[in-house]
């Protein structure tokens, strides 16, 4: 089992920067691809994010350029740094864990709530 515990999220104006990290513990967890995802009201869950165990990473067209996923070298902390945001409302952002890139993944946070105010 793998435990994830988020961290980071908050209210910011647009432009500005946050970065969310999550925490993950338990076996095996330095080997699994990891994953943001993240869900407004009404709408569906989508991929912002992904690094595999190879350090390689993807990332949703809507925040190439301003997003970047990261891992630290034990791998055991999991960063979004989130760069010029936009104005938006609401939404989750959840940190996903998964042996293989596999949807839907295996393992979730709780989820961190961001907000972008104009």
Partial sequence: QV???ESGGGSVQAGRSLRLSCTASGSSYSSYCMAWFRQAPG???EGV??????????????VKGRFTISQDNAKSTLVLQMNSLKPEGPAMYYCAADRRCTVPMNYWGQGTMVTVSS
């Fill in 43 to 45: 709408k569906e869950r």
């Fill in 3 to 5: 435990q994830l515990v």
């Fill in 49 to 62: 994010a992904v690094i595999d165990s190879l350090g390689q990473t993807r990332y949703a067209d809507s």
